[in-house]
């Protein structure tokens, strides 16, 4: 079955950096799209970046230019580099893809931004 696991998040100060991995199980990785969603307190889940079987991707606007995303489809794992840290950015990451019209979720990895 389809797994996805999340590791890498943590505490950073204002301004640090993190890269966030899902490794994941159970399907083809190489032609899946990934994606990564955040979810902070309060807020309803957004996406925040894709990453196509192509390799193409897709930023939402608030983390473009800071945030990079890619694919090790050796490893069937996906990264979320996150640079320039903003507190804004603190949320629990889940890493997402979709198969036979459902869609997965990994359990999630929490990034606390704060000095």
């Known amino acids: 079955q389809v797994q996805l696991v999340e590791s890498g998040g943590g505490l950073v100060q204002p301004g640090g950096s993190l890269r966030l991995s899902c490794a994941a199980s159970?399907?083809?990785?190489?032609?899946?799209?990934m994606n990564w969603y955040r979810q902070a307190p309060g807020k309803e889940r957004e996406l925040v970046a894709i990453i196509r079987g192509s390799g193409s991707t897709n930023y939402a606007d608030s983390v473009k230019g800071r945030f990079t995303i890619s694919r090790d489809n050796v490893k069937n794992t996906v990264y979320l580099q996150m640079n320039s840290l903003k507190p804004e950015d603190t949320a629990v990451y889940y890493c997402?893809?979709?198969?036979?019209?459902?869609?997965?979720w990994g359990q999630g990895t929490q990034v606390t931004v704060s000095s």
């Open positions: 159970g399907f083809t990785f190489s032609s899946n799209t």
């Open positions: 997402n893809t979709k198969r036979g019209g459902r869609g997965y």
